[in-house]
């Protein structure tokens, strides 16, 4: 009779145990699959989807098929007249557009999500350019500088690939006959994983993302139509597309294209920073303020609203009440201006 006892207490140990057993494999379970579900948080001035399992793109909050912390590309792009239409910046997903010399805008141009397979024209280097591509750890690639702006580029400590050095290799870069010097040489990103390893440069990077929203956080103005006046040569303008919810680029009346695609240039985000700007030269240089923060428009989904830029950690972000203003996802277009009351018009 002992004997059976024991034999009753042994076999219901072994069953809790089993139970206990396959608890866990379910409470394991559970939090995979709780991991895998979307988590909504409260953002800046707005709901921030991010999810554990599911990546996004940094620099537009829009989802990705795999690992995202490849190196960013920042890329010089030509903006001269005979430099136009471009190649390439319809994969951007951030351009940096900002006076050069006299009313000729320059574009610094993040590519992350999408790398097309040529870039440019490329142009040449510029400080205020180089200050922007290191918030993002980019490696920076231009085309030829002046003798102390290329020393301000190697001692900055940027991973960075000058295109005079490799003028029309065929490997990292090549001359169009299509077009005249300076406004022929473009980027060959077949040729970038090599140039890093060669340069002993690190191909990936970990990121930090800028906050997205899916919304607008801020009732603002309506903003069908927005004109940035950089000078009576240079005049960009972005019509709102109420069925895609993107901005339409224009410059100087004709509308900002791929070359070969004929592929219309539309972006999410439209921000719009001023700032001081001073020409510091006869050759018409300019030292330009991204440090002091200022006043600033965030034009997305046909409205505009008033904000605050700042600085942070070298990057230029748009603020409202001290808190960082979200973007909504997809592509950016940020436009450095000066500060001029009848600089930018809204319709």
Not at 28 to 42: A, G, I, L, P, R
Not at 260 to 277: G, L, Q, S, Y
Request: charged share 30%; with cysteine.
């Amino acid at each position: 009779m002992r004997k059976m006892v024991w034999l009753i207490v042994a076999v219901v140990f072994m069953l809790a145990l089993a139970a206990c057993a396959n608890q866990a494999e379910d409470d394991s379970k559970q939090e995979h699959q709780d991991n895998k579900e979307t988590k909504v948080e409260k953002g800046d001035k707005g709901e921030t989807t991010e999810t554990d399992n599911e990546t996004i793109y940094p620099l537009t909050g829009e989802p990705a098929n795999g690992p995202v912390d490849h190196r960013i590309l920042s890329v010089m792009v030509n903006n001269h007249s005979d430099a136009r239409p471009q190649t390439g910046l319809s994969k951007a997903d951030i351009v940096y557009e900002v006076l050069a010399e006299g009313p000729i805008t320059r574009f610094l141009a993040l590519f992350h999500s999408e790398i097309p397979e040529v870039i440019g024209p490329v142009r040449s280097a510029r400080p205020y350019y180089v200050k922007l591509a290191s918030a993002y750890d980019a490696l920076y690639v231009y085309h030829g500088a002046a003798n102390f702006i290329n020393e301000m580029v190697h001692e900055s400590g940027i991973d960075f690939a000058d295109g005079a050095l490799y003028d029309n290799d065929g490997e990292l870069f090549k001359r169009a006959t299509d077009r005249k010097a300076p406004h022929n040489s473009y980027l060959l990103t077949s040729g970038v994983d090599s140039l890093l390893g060669k340069k002993g440069y690190d191909s990936s990077k970990k990121i930090e993302p800028l906050s997205f929203a899916d919304e607008p956080a801020f009732d603002g103005q309506s903003a069908q139509q927005v004109k940035v006046v950089y000078g009576e040569r240079e005049t960009v303008s972005y019509t709102y597309d109420p069925e895609t919810g993107q901005y339409k680029r224009t410059s100087d009346g004709e509308p900002t294209i791929e070359k070969e695609t004929n592929e219309r240039i539309a972006v999410d985000n439209v921000f719009i920073v001023k700032t001081e700007h001073q020409v510091v030269d006869d050759a018409g240089r300019r030292e330009i303020d991204l440090t002091s923060g200022g006043d600033g428009f965030l034009v997305q989904k046909g409205q505009m609203i008033e904000v605050e830029w700042k600085n942070k950690n070298g990057r230029i972000l748009p603020f409202k009440d001290g808190e960082v203003v979200s973007f909504v996802p997809g592509k950016t277009w940020v436009n450095i201006v000066p500060e001029r009351p009848d600089i930018i018009m809204a319709e």
